[in-house]
């Protein structure tokens, strides 16, 4: 059984858990299910908005896909979030991010 089937499987039991959704939309990008990640992100996001590492990797993707204004956006909201959280790694992180989006305008 692949990850993506036994991620599946997890989520039957669990289908909210975010830990298991950014796993599986981290699976989905590796096979450029790119809208299937982004949809699993974004649905952590709504629910849990203090599930600080779905934001860099939905800007990451947004990115990717072209749309480098809104992952900027989404950049800043997981700044806020981090820096709410007291969580400097990730606000760093988030930060580079986003500075390196907005050199590529």
Same mark, same amino acid.
């Given at each position: 059984?692949?990850?993506?089937? +036994?991620?599946?499987?997890?989520?039957?039991?669990?289908? +909210?858990?975010?830990?298991?959704?950014?796993?599986?939309?981290?699976?989905?990008? +590796?096979?450029? +299910?790119? *809208?299937?990640?982004?949809?699993?992100?974004?649905?952590?996001?709504?629910?849990?908005?203090?599930?600080?590492?779905?934001?860099? #990797?939905?800007?990451?993707?947004? *990115?990717?896909?072209?749309?480098?204004?809104?992952?900027?956006?989404?950049?800043?909201?997981?700044? *806020?979030?981090?820096?709410?959280?007291?969580?400097? #790694?990730?606000?760093?992180?988030?930060?580079?991010?986003?500075?390196?989006?907005?050199?590529?305008?």
């Amino acid at each position: 059984m692949g990850r993506i089937e +036994k991620l599946l499987e997890y989520m039957r039991e669990s289908d +909210k858990d975010s830990f298991l959704q950014h796993a599986l939309a981290l699976e989905y990008i +590796k096979i450029g +299910k790119d *809208e299937d990640a982004r949809n699993l992100f974004n649905e952590i996001l709504k629910r849990e908005p203090t599930y600080i590492g779905s934001y860099y #990797h939905l800007g990451k993707l947004l *990115e990717r896909v072209g749309d480098r204004p809104k992952a900027i956006r989404v950049y800043e909201r997981g700044m *806020e979030e981090a820096k709410r959280a007291g969580d400097n #790694h990730a606000y760093n992180e988030l930060m580079g991010a986003k500075e390196d989006a907005e050199e590529e305008d």
